[in-house]
């Protein structure tokens, strides 16, 4: 009885947690609705059929019990005709209803669709993590982030997909379907999400060694939070303020930090790893393995390859004193 309650308890967890995470079975928005919709018609319908099935096994099974000597030949008063009644007639109508429902949800929402208009985000795969460059508009009005994307309510965002390495694959389960990054060629997909949230989405092309941990944010605003988003975002880094934060910006420009690391409005304009300028703002660090949060933050800086081996982020530990401390302060406030 106690392994019983143990398993149901700690199913009801995972259940609850994916369906307010990441569930194709909790669409949030009208992608995933269809592909929801699509799933439980098919399930539904292979069910009825199913239970059919077993009842007429059933039903043949006892109705000629004992009576195996009296069989008659199977093409006898039209028993061949069952064959292509079952066999063909009906299967053909089931799978083009099935088939033509699937073609209808692919075109309310495509998932490869709508290329040939610009795309409002393009985002790169890297090992492993989410380059996130918002393109529409003039030049001033863009920029670029990291594994955190931000979408109005209600609206359509056109998303180019491309990858820089390996294969990775753009997956948000309550949004929408999967659609891959692949080096050398742009994909399409188009999300929509129906209520303000937070919606996270995983890597679904293996991709090496920390795959598993190339995590996503979609974060849906209301209109005028997601305008003071981009607006924040458009702007340089934020100045530091304190004399800590000053220090500790002091030595991320000295570090080996600002090779691969941008902060707009500073010197550092290295482009290997993820864009930091608004780095404070983000839910998520190391593409959302960790929470952001100043002693995670203090962990990657000096132990990456601990907390995420392979990645290229070095353990950077050559720091004295309150240095640790400083930089941390400085990246934080980066919002
Ligand atoms: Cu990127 Cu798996």
């Known amino acids: 009885m106690k392994l019983r309650a143990i398993l149901i308890s700690s199913s009801a967890v995972v259940l609850s947690s994916c369906g307010n995470l990441q569930s194709m079975l909790a669409p949030g928005g009208p992608a995933a609705d269809n592909l929801a919709h699509l799933g439980w018609f098919v399930f539904v319908l292979f069910l009825v059929i199913a239970v059919i099935m077993w009842g007429l096994i059933a039903w043949v099974s006892l109705r000629r019990r004992g009576s195996f000597q009296h069989h ?3 093409d006898a008063g039209g028993g061949q005709n069952w064959i292509l009644i079952g066999g063909f007639a009906i299967p053909f109508v089931i799978l083009a209803v099935v088939f033509v429902s699937g073609l209808k949800g692919m075109s309310v929402f495509p998932l490869h669709g709508h290329a040939g208009t610009p795309p409002d985000i393009r985002v790169t795969g890297h090992q492993w993590w989410w380059q996130i460059e918002y393109v529409k508009g003039p030049a001033h009005e863009r920029f670029i982030t990291a594994s955190e994307i931000h979408i109005p309510v209600g609206q359509p965002v056109d998303i180019d997909l491309t990858s820089i390495d390996v294969i990775h694959s753009f997956f948000v389960p309550r949004l929408h379907g999967k659609v891959d990054l692949i080096p050398g060629q742009m994909n399409r997909i188009r999300i929509q999400a129906s ?6 989405g995983q890597c679904a092309e293996y991709c090496g060694a920390q795959h598993a941990h190339m995590i996503l944010y979609v974060v849906a605003d209301p209109p ?3 305008q003071r988003w981009r ?3 458009m702007q340089e880094a934020p100045e530091p303020a304190s004399d ?3 220090r500790g910006q002091a030595l991320f420009l000295e570090r080996p930090c600002a090779t691969c690391h941008t902060v707009r409005g500073t010197m550092a304009g290295g ?3 993820p864009d930091l300028t608004h780095f404070g703002s983000r839910l998520g660090l190391a593409s959302n393995a960790y929470w952001n949060n100043d002693a995670n933050l203090s962990a990657w800086v000096t132990h990456a390859q601990a907390l995420k081996p392979d990645v290229v982020m070095p353990n950077i530990t050559q720091f004295r004193g309150n240095e640790l401390h ?3 302060a400085y990246l934080r406030q980066l919002r």
């Open 72 to 74: 008659q030949p199977v």
């Open 271 to 273: 482009r290997v790893g």
């Open 244 to 246: 800590q934060e000053k």
């Open 231 to 233: 607006t924040t975002q």
């Open 224 to 226: 005028e939070a997601y």
């Open 195 to 200: 209520t303000a949230g937070v919606y996270r």
């Open 326 to 328: 400083d930089i941390v």
